[in-house]
Nanobody
Framework: QVQLVESGGGLVQAGESLRLSCAAS????????MGWFRQAPGKEREFVAF????????VYAESVKGRFTISRDNSKTTVDMQMNSLKPEDTAVYYC???????????????????WGQGTQVTVSS
C-alpha cells in the first residue's frame, strides 16, 4: 500500500503556472505507475496524466496535452505535475494515485488505481 500526500495547489490567474507535487511513502512506490486526476464541482473525476513505473511512458488527457508535464523521482518517491498556461476550466481538486499493479507501462482506467491522496485545490481565475 502506498500513502500519498499532494501539495502545491492554489489560486492563480489564467495563463499562469503551478507545480503540484505528490509525496509517496511505502516500499512499492518505484514499482507502481502513477496518475493525476481531477474533479471539478458537479463533475465526475477525470483522468489528467499518467506516468509508468520507470518514467518511460507518459499519457495525457487531450485537454491538458502540451500544457501539463508529469514527472517522477523514484529516489525521492515523488510525482510532480507542472501545469502551464492554466485556464479557468482547469479549476478542480487534483488527486494523485498509484496503480494497483506493479510494473504497469500503459494507462488503462482510473479503476486500476488503488491508492489515492486527499487532493489539492487548484483555482484558476479569468
Amino acid at each position: 500500500q502506498v500513502q500519498l500526500v499532494e501539495s502545491g495547489g492554489g489560486l492563480v490567474q489564467a495563463g499562469e503556472s503551478l507545480r503540484l507535487s505528490c509525496a509517496a511513502s511505502g516500499r512499492s512506490f518505484s514499482r507502481n505507475a502513477m496518475g493525476w486526476f481531477r474533479q471539478a464541482p458537479g463533475k465526475e473525476r477525470e483522468f489528467v496524466a499518467f506516468i509508468s513505473w520507470n518514467g518511460g511512458t507518459n499519457v495525457y488527457a487531450e485537454s491538458v496535452k502540451g500544457r501539463f508535464t508529469i514527472s517522477r523521482d523514484n529516489s525521492k518517491t515523488t510525482v510532480d505535475m507542472q501545469m502551464n498556461s492554466l485556464k479557468p476550466e482547469d479549476t478542480a481538486v487534483y488527486y494523485c494515485a498509484a496503480d494497483r499493479l506493479a510494473y504497469t507501462g500503459a494507462y488503462r482506467s482510473s479503476a486500476d488505481f488503488g491508492s489515492w491522496g486527499q487532493g489539492t485545490q487548484v483555482t484558476v481565475s479569468s
